[in-house]
């Protein structure tokens, strides 16, 4: 017996066009996420940046005696870090502030890690400081290396979020 095509006209099977098309999805795949892996690193690498400029600066609030404090400006995408330059009050009952004067505090904190750093650090592109929780955007270092409980939030363009939450005790820690 002869086998009649049905069609008569030569084409591609379901089998390869299935594979094809899987072919296609995974390279688009994998060129849009490409993108999302590095937005991803550089979300990891700023809230790490972040948790580590926390923990120094408690690290020297203690050993200095004297108060820090983070200012957060999420419309600038910056954070500044301060130095308490006047003498520390002694601890109030209450938990009252050890660094009163409001004119007493500096920008220019010497922590500088290399001769060209600056204390005023911005966030990099494609992460954004979105929002913190701390009263009027400043975190602040007591002399005893205490900070006031608090969350940061970064966010990149795809959504993703990092928190970088201080907790009452002073636990510095990254949130997913």
Request: aromatic share 6%.
């Amino acid at each position: 017996m002869k086998r009649v095509r049905r069609f008569g006209v030569a084409g591609f099977s379901l089998l390869e066009l299935v594979v094809a098309v899987a072919t296609g999805g995974l390279l688009l795949a994998m060129l849009f996420g490409g993108q999302n892996i590095v937005t991803n690193r550089r979300l990891v690498a700023a809230s790490r940046r972040l948790t580590s400029d926390m923990r120094l600066l408690e690290q020297r609030a203690r050993a200095e005696q004297t108060c820090y404090r983070i200012i957060f400006d999420p419309v600038g995408n910056t954070y500044v870090v301060h130095r308490y330059g006047a003498a520390v009050s002694p601890a109030v009952a209450g938990g009252g502030s050890q660094c009163p004067d409001s004119a007493a505090w500096s920008p220019r904190p010497y922590l500088m890690e290399n001769p060209g750093d600056s204390v005023s650090r911005r966030m990099p592109p494609g992460v954004d400081l979105v929002a913190t929780s701390f009263l009027w955007d400043a975190m602040v270092i007591s002399p005893l290396g205490n900070a006031n409980a608090g969350t940061v939030t970064l966010r990149t363009p795809s959504g993703q979020d990092r928190q970088v939450v201080v907790e009452v005790m002073g636990r510095v820690r990254i949130l997913p």
